[in-house]
């Protein structure tokens, strides 16, 4: 019979299992909640300006950064790179479109992410979404 108060007897209750599907939405439920998404809002080249107009998405989630660049009506640019963050130093590995090493200097607010790069002395001021 089912246990009554008092008698030794302890009555266990398991989690109801997650399905597959509640399992795969749960995580992408989590990782979206990490994913932070900001935009290209100006740019200072110091080494002078293509004249073109560039638009720019970052997408940052765990340590991976995807970056979406359009210049004029060109095809969109895809890169994807594996990011280290240290006190002020971004290090990007990048895997795509071809693997190399970038080292840049950056600062975040709540708000606003800026990069410097040092090798293009370029100055980028993103905005989050």
């Excluded at 599907?21 to 200072?44: D, F, I, M, N, P």
């Amino acid at each position: 019979g089912a246990p009554s108060e008092g008698d030794g007897r302890v009555r266990l209750v398991l989690p109801r299992l997650l399905t597959h599907g509640e399992l795969r939405a749960s995580v992408r439920a989590e990782e979206g909640a990490r994913r932070r998404t900001y935009v290209l809002t100006s740019r200072k080249d110091w080494q002078g300006s293509c004249g073109c107009t560039t638009r720019q998405k970052i997408t940052v989630s765990g340590g991976k950064i995807q970056l979406v660049t359009r210049t004029d009506s060109k095809p969109d640019q895809h890169m994807s790179a594996t990011a280290t963050f240290a006190s002020n130093k971004l290090s990007l590995a990048v895997d795509c479109p071809t693997a190399a090493k970038q080292e840049h200097t950056y600062t975040a607010t709540a708000t606003e992410l800026q990069i410097f790069s040092a090798s293009d002395q370029a100055l980028s001021v993103y905005t989050k979404k």
